[in-house]
Every structure is written in structure tokens, then in C-alpha cells.
T-cell receptor
Framework: GAGVSQSPRYKVAKRGQDVALRCDPISGHVSLFWYQQALGQGPEFLTYFQNEAQLDKSGLPSDRFFAERPEGSVSTLKIQRTQQEDSAVYLC???????????????FGPGTRLTVL | QKEVEQDPGPLSVPEGAIVSLNCTYSNSAFQYFMWYRQYSRKGPELLMYTYSSGNKEDGRFTAQVDKSSKYISLFIRDSQPSDSATYLCAMSGNNAGNMLTFGGGTRLMVKP
């Protein structure tokens, strides 16, 4: 009965380091989304999975950003060679909804706050 | 110009007041309209969603959508200090996965 969980909750990285952010969606949820939320802004879409398939990655800001969901449950967002502009809260959301059918809510995790020094 | 515009506030009201929050948007393809509430250092949680134009009421909350004006509103009656949070409007069309496009959020403070 747990909600979406994300780890770590806070991450501090030095510029140029690689980071990996984990998302555990609600069990059985087909769809998984990653959003980026800059300070004082609304979340912005990064990428979307349906099961293990990454169907939309149009929001990834550069090729330094990579996401995977190899077994259709847990997802990892990886950022290579982090830059200061990558500092933000990274939110994961999951839903039962299948492609093209708005049949359920997107449930959000608490986010990972990334600070790049 | 962003697809979804929202006044960032902060909006400060006394307890018991009626609160009006709103967003404007430019993409006529949006069909689903949502309001999320986000407490500090928490993820957004869904309050209301509406399909196409019209009104929807749930307890103290009423959501309105006017697609002809590309304008949506959320009204909170009898506001409580526990309503103090950031309110995000969000929208989606019939795109793959129904990813959400958010406004920038309005910070609401309800003072006892």
C-alpha cells in the first residue's frame, strides 16, 4: 500500500560527477514519468515509460540525461557530468493509465533534491 | 511564453476566506485539466481534475474550466491554515502517456 518512493531524498554532487536517482513506483502501475522542478517553478516533463519501454524522452535537456526501467518497475534517472544548472528537484510519478487513456491519476513521489556545487 | 501561465503569488488570505486561483493556457489541444497541491519538500498531490469545459465540486473545492477563453480556476471555500501550500495547475492532451504540462504554481498562505 506504499506510495511512490524515491531515493536518495537529497544528493549533493560536485560539478562533473555522475549521479543516479532511483524511483520505486506503486506496485502494478504501468506508466512511469520523470519531471524536473526548478526552485519556484512547476514540474517539467522529462521522460515517460510504459512498462519497460521508454516511449517519450523529448523532455530530457541533453544527452547527459539517461533514464531506464529495465524490468518495468523500478526506474533510474542518471545524469552524467553534472552541471550547476542541473540543480533541481527530480520528481517521479506513476499511474495505472495505459497509453492514450486517461483512466487514472499520476501519483508523485517526494522527489530527490539535487544540488550541484 | 510558456504554454501555461500562473500567477506565482504569494497570496495571503485570512482563515475562512474564499480563495480564487487561476491559470491561462495557449495550447488548444489540452483536454484534461488538473489542480495539484504541493506542500514544502513534498511531491504534488492531485486535488481535482476536469475533462473539457465545465465545473466540478468536491467539498470545499470547485474547479472551473472555460476552454473558449483558455482559462481555468480553482476556488477554495472556508479556507484553513492547513490549505497553505503551493497550488499547481496541470494540463494534458491526448498525447502519448498523457504527460502533464504544469503552471509555475501559486503559493497560498492562509493566516489564522
Amino acid at each position: 500500500g506504499a506510495g511512490v518512493s524515491q531515493s536518495p531524498r537529497y544528493k549533493v554532487a560536485k560539478r562533473g560527477q555522475d549521479v543516479a536517482l532511483r524511483c520505486d513506483p506503486i506496485s502494478g502501475h504501468v506508466s512511469l514519468f520523470w519531471y524536473q522542478q526548478a526552485l519556484g517553478q512547476g514540474p517539467e516533463f522529462l521522460t515517460y515509460f510504459q512498462n519497460e519501454a521508454q516511449l517519450d524522452k523529448s523532455g530530457l535537456p541533453s544527452d547527459r540525461f539517461f533514464a531506464e526501467r529495465p524490468e518495468g518497475s523500478v526506474s533510474t534517472l542518471k545524469i552524467q557530468r553534472t552541471q550547476q544548472e542541473d540543480s533541481a528537484v527530480y520528481l517521479c510519478a506513476s499511474s495505472l493509465a495505459r497509453r492514450g487513456a486517461f483512466t487514472d491519476t499520476q501519483y508523485f513521489g517526494p522527489g530527490t533534491r539535487l544540488t550541484v556545487l | 511564453q510558456k504554454e501555461v501561465e500562473q500567477d506565482p503569488g504569494p497570496l495571503s488570505v485570512p482563515e475562512g476566506a474564499i480563495v480564487s486561483l487561476n491559470c491561462t493556457y495557449s495550447n488548444s489541444a489540452f483536454q484534461y485539466f488538473m489542480w495539484y497541491r504541493q506542500y514544502s519538500r513534498k511531491g504534488p498531490e492531485l486535488l481535482m481534475y476536469t475533462y473539457s469545459s465545465g465545473n466540478k465540486e468536491d467539498g470545499r473545492f470547485t474547479a472551473q474550466v472555460d476552454k473558449s477563453s483558455k482559462y481555468i480556476s480553482l476556488f477554495i471555500r472556508d479556507s484553513q491554515p492547513s490549505d497553505s501550500a503551493t497550488y499547481l495547475c496541470a494540463m494534458s492532451g491526448n498525447n502519448a502517456g498523457n504527460m502533464l504540462t504544469f503552471g509555475g504554481g501559486t503559493r497560498l498562505m492562509v493566516k489564522p
